[in-house]
């Protein structure tokens, strides 16, 4: 039996390493069944070229509980290691990463979070154990090891009776970490961590039911017999070729990806490219919500289906965060911090790539079933639109497919947008207009009119609309977007014509006056406009400009500081060629004046959803009281 010291100068390193190497105790499994998985990978790979004359058979990997003894075994079929190996690999290499990586991130080394690259996957076992034996046989016609440390400098190693390839890694629970000793817990982090490992592991047994023979009896019993329980897929969708794939393939991967989704996805798109950089995965679009923040989160990041973390930003462009799926890369530099990941060249390159992957998808889904894609459009459109805001190379692609749904349920791009309504919505100045509403019921009475005028009204009701359009604006020469509420139709695309006033400037500024003199709230300004006789005594708009800088400050920028906190203003279009603007002019009597005005107005009010509370009561009863 051989003793001795393990050479490093920081002085015992094991509480340093318990305390530095990672902020989460749980990473000691997923590091030690990776291992367990590289040497089994590293065997087949000798026994294919020849340098490892062995049979290879199907190896698998086993985790076992002893909850009496307090003791975890990983058992692997692997390569297995000399004395010498040992002596070499677990005393000198890993101990000699440990101490650099600590020189270097003790400061830091908490939010590195996965260390793998330091060789240190092995020492995360002092995290939970304070003992940890290993027995292991090479594949090599030497004798098998024992080494032995007890969480300082000293080890042991001597002669083991071992006599199966592989090896067996047992950590002795410390009192502290006696949680990992069940049986739910293990499961958990093997199902989190492990599920799609290329190599089965076992965890347990479970029982199978045989099937019933064809001569059985009636009163046959059917037998069962003890299985291994596998608790993961070695060969999960992604790491096959998308020709060998299925459209049930892809959707149940995605039900065995979140088993708790109820929803089928949409659709998906499938990841594989193996230069300049590695990378494979399967992205999904599930149905989305109007929340840009609740989605976040959920596709997953392995490296060589090793699962690492649910946190893609940085690589994965923001837009695209609102996905599911997997992205399974070895080039991704894992224990750096966000800022570095965002500025890494090839995390750069990866991002762009999954940008012109996900834009192309969308061009082919639209050219090959256009009817399909528009009935998905409301479910997908938050992400593309934000995609559109977020990202110039897919605001670039996205003219192709981006669509702009009218009130009628027609679905236009831009480009067939402009051309249907050119004839009809230019304005006597050569802007195109192109009217929307956000809301169909709310904004009723002003998509009525706009239709009456033969104009398409889009709806365009997501939470960053009036960011998009504000950029349609910008990149798009004499086009404007107005909503349907923010004028009267007549101005909303003036034209040459003009509408001959009944009332004389002299009779106009009367009214005015007297319409002020009983509308107390500020927030409604006064403007009388010579409309048809037949239009709406009042109308009430909101200013497009006011409206959409509001908007636009609620959901971040719109680059006036303070707007998202202005209080609503509203225009009132009071039409001076209605009967009732000259019926309010020309009364005498004071409050039938007031009367005539209050009820224009609060009618004008319930028409855009304004009248609320105590005034909504009071126009009830007054209403009430005109009828009896």
């Not at 107005?601 to 009430?624: M, P």
Request: hydrophobic residues 35%; negative net charge.
């Amino acid at each position: 039996m051989t003793t001795g010291k393990i050479n490093v100068s920081v002085e015992n390193i094991f509480p340093l390493i318990k305390k530095f190497l990672y902020s989460d105790h749980e990473i000691f499994l997923r590091e030690l069944v990776s291992n367990a998985t590289d040497a089994t990978l590293k065997l087949k790979h000798l026994a294919n070229i020849g340098e490892a004359k062995v049979e290879y058979g199907n190896p698998i990997i086993e985790v076992k509980i002893d909850k009496e003894g307090k003791k975890i075994h990983i058992i692997d079929q692997g390569l297995g290691m000399t004395a010498e190996e040992v002596e070499k690999y677990i005393n000198q290499v890993a101990f000699s990463g440990a101490e650099e990586f600590l020189e270097k991130y003790k400061d830091s080394a908490k939010d590195s979070g996965i260390i793998g690259h330091f060789g240190l996957g092995f020492y995360s076992a002092f995290m939970v154990a304070e003992k940890v034996e290993i027995i292991t046989k090479s594949f090599k016609d030497e004798p098998a090891a024992h080494w032995a440390c007890d969480g300082s400098p000293e080890f042991s190693l001597e002669p083991a009776d071992k006599t199966s390839r592989g090896t067996e890694i047992i950590l002795h629970i410390a009192e502290d970490s006696l949680e990992f000793l069940e049986e739910g817990k293990i499961s958990g982090l093997l199902q989190k961590y492990n599920k799609f490992m290329p190599i089965p592991i076992k965890f347990g047994t479970t029982t199978e039911t045989l099937p019933k023979p064809e001569d059985a009896p009636e009163d046959y019993v059917a037998e069962t017999i003890e299985v291994d329980n596998i608790i993961n897929n070695p060969n999960p969708a992604w790491t096959k070729q998308p020709t060998d794939l299925t459209e049930d393939d892809y959707k149940n991967f995605y039900r065995e990806l979140y088993p708790m989704q109820f929803e089928e996805p949409l659709f998906n798109i499938h990841l594989n490219v193996d230069y300049p950089f590695n990378l494979t995965g399967i992205l999904y679009f599930p149905k989305m919500t109007g929340d840009l923040q609740i989605q976040k989160d959920k596709i997953q990041l392995y490296q060589n289906q090793v699962y690492v973390t649910d946190n893609v930003e940085g690589i994965v462009p923001e837009f695209l965060t609102m996905l599911k799926g997997v992205i399974d890369s070895p080039d991704i530099p894992l224990n750096v911090s966000r800022s570095y990941l965002q500025a890494d060249g090839a995390v750069k390159k990866i991002s762009n790539y999954i940008t012109r992957k996900v834009a192309d998808k969308l061009k082919s889904l639209f050219t090959e079933n256009r009817e399909d894609f528009e009935q998905k459009w409301n479910d997908i459109k938050i992400v593309l639109e934000y995609g559109m805001l977020s990202e110039p190379k897919f605001y670039e692609k996205a003219g192709a497919f981006a669509l702009y749904p009218t009130v009628d349920d027609k679905y236009f791009t831009l480009d067939e947008l402009k051309e249907k309504t050119k004839d009809a919505q230019t304005d006597k100045n050569g802007n195109l207009v192109i009217l929307y509403a956000s809301n169909k019921d709310a904004q009723h009475s002003y998509i009525a009119e706009a239709k009456a005028k033969g104009y398409e009204v889009l709806l365009l009701d997501s939470p960053i609309i009036s960011h998009l359009i504000q950029k349609l604006e910008a990149d798009n020469e004499k086009l404007t977007f107005t909503r349907v509420d923010s004028d009267h139709i007549n101005n909303l695309i003036k034209k040459d014509e003009e509408t001959i006033s009944k009332l004389s400037e002299e009779e106009k500024e009367k009214l005015k006056t007297e319409l002020e003199s009983v509308i107390s709230d500020k927030k409604y300004s006064v403007q009388l406009e010579a409309l048809d006789s037949q239009s709406a005594p009042f109308v009430i708009t909101q200013p497009e400009f006011l409206r959409r800088m509001k908007e636009m400050s609620q959901t971040g920028g719109g680059g006036m500081f303070g707007m998202g906190n202005m209080p609503e203003m509203y225009n009132l279009v009071v039409n001076t060629n209605h009967e009732l603007a000259s019926n309010i002019l020309n009364s005498t009597d004071k409050s039938h004046q007031e009367a005539l005005v209050k009820q224009a107005l609060d009618l004008a009010k319930l028409s855009q959803n304004l009248l609320k509370g105590e005034e909504l009561t009071a126009f009830v009863k007054r209403s009430f009281e005109l009828i009896k």
